[in-house]
């Protein structure tokens, strides 16, 4: 019987052996899908932080360069502007602003505000834009023409 005995006690020994081989396995496996997948993520985070960051030194580049260009064009209109009323080509026009005036570098709000003309302010008008919107003062600034007294004739025309 004792014979008997330990072949079923053996038998039970690789039984429970086995069994926990199959644990040993199963947890190892789990835990290696587990270290993978934090491994993805944190990865993935890793080089979202990475291109995060390289996507906004990006658009910092990119905004220094268009202001860059912007700045080279107003001192390009600037500079046509000096030229022009240097030559001395246009008959001036003495007027009065209107309100509070926003002055700007060129013909419109697209261009920086360069300056205010105060209400009663004497100003003088040089030239108009193609549509006769926008008037450019001796000072080199534009101004609406809502924003001064009078009418303006024969204005030369100016494109920046």
Request: proline content about 3%; hydrophobic content about 45%.
């Amino acid at each position: 019987m004792s014979t008997k005995f330990n072949l079923v006690q053996d038998r039970d020994d690789d039984t429970l052996r086995g069994g926990i081989k199959r644990h040993a396995f199963v947890f190892g496996v789990v835990a290696l899908v587990l270290f993978a997948a934090v491994a993805l993520v944190v990865g993935t985070a890793t080089v979202g932080i990475f291109k995060s960051g390289f996507d906004h030194q990006q658009r910092i580049n990119e905004n220094q360069a268009r202001i860059a260009a912007e700045r080279q064009r107003y001192v390009a209109i600037k500079d046509k502007v000096a030229r022009f009323i240097a030559d001395g080509d246009f008959t001036p026009y003495a007027a009065t602003a209107v309100g509070d005036s926003t002055l700007y570098v060129g013909p419109g709000p697209r261009y920086d505000v360069s300056g205010k003309a105060k209400d009663g302010a004497s100003v003088t008008v040089v030239a108009r834009d193609e549509l006769g919107v926008w008037l450019l003062l001796d000072s080199g600034d534009w101004i609406h023409r809502g924003h001064i007294e009078g009418e303006p004739s024969d204005l030369a025309v100016f494109t920046p």
